[in-house]
């Protein structure tokens, strides 16, 4: 396990530019000369605003961190693959499984953090697990793989790791396992994004609109120029949460969960039905709640998540959303002498008593892409 590290910080909720450094640039990334520099434009937001906490005036058109993205285009995708036709193929299997599911003949589970369009550290991270081949296909047989959300935005191919993970879940299902995913607040985002484009909606602070949100957070041209209907309606079903040997898996670090429902079903089905129902404010909220953070890491967090898990059931809660680096106060920066220190993240980081894991390794800052086997080793 990682340490939990000495000294830490607060982290911001927002941040100026330059606070933290900027990602890695993949082979395959071209800068276009319309590319985003994700929210590098404007202004720094209040610092030390933590939204988990924060009164209902908070808007994720601010700013919400780590808005990294500058300058990266394209990156590689899966050649000659068509995804189309895995719309219908792959629809989301319900979260919880048939009691009389033969539990014995599964296979292993791994969990995959924030990916953030990173699609050539994403294949090599799995492929590391035995996960995928030299080819990018399933290789793993009967294992279960969950994804925890955040495909797109800051990275250099979202549309990539879409259509990646769209075919893994083909394959592994023809393999007797399975390849999962959770709604992530960038998914909110990006379908937002397509559907209502700069329709205003209303805020605590005022009007806003999805569009500016989109790019005030890493939203790349790129992505939404390859985004096509088939992506919309497979990330439009993704389930909010599910439990998984013990484990309960959501995207967030948040309670705002416990507003949409008293059990799992309940909840995934009032999040598909509120993207159902095509209503921008109510989207718009249920974008906004799944936005908040850090609701298990201060003094009271343990709390927090023990109200998670007595509502819908596991020992443990495994999530992603907020970087590690921010969670242990640990963002890279320049030190006196300007060389660079980046955040290291060797694995996940347990906290909240041991009852809270945090997946996302920060690959937007140089960190590292989680592709970890539960439960935890070590």
Known sequence: MPGQGGGRTVPPAEYAPGTVPAPRQPASAVPPPHATAGGADHPGAPAHTDPAHADPEYTPTERDLPVIARGVGPGSTIADLSTAGFADAIEPVPAAAPAHADREGLGPLFVVGDVHGYLDELRSALAEQGLIDAEGNWSAGKARLWFLGDFTDRGPDGIGVID?????????????????????????????????????????????????????????????????????????????????????????????YLEYGDSIEAVNDTVTETLQRGDADECWDLFRKFTKRFAFRDEAGAAAVRELLDTYGGERLVHGHSPIPYLLGEVGAEDADGEDSRPLVSGPHVYADDLAIAMDGGVTMAGKLLVVQFPLRG
Request: glycine share 10%.
């Open 164 to 256: 990646l993970v769209m075919q893994l879940s083909a394959q592994a299902a023809a393999a007797g396992g399975y390849c999962k995913a959770l709604m992530g607040n960038h998914e909110l985002l990006l379908i937002g994004a397509k559907r209502f484009g700069d329709t205003p909606v209303q805020s605590g602070a005022g009007t806003a609109s999805f569009q500016a949100a989109w790019l005030l957070n890493g939203g790349q041209r790129t992505d939404m120029e390859r985004l096509e209907d088939h992506h919309v309606q497979w990330m439009s079903r993704l389930d909010a949460m599910v439990e998984e040997d013990g484990h309960l898996l959501l995207h967030s670090d948040t309670t705002a």
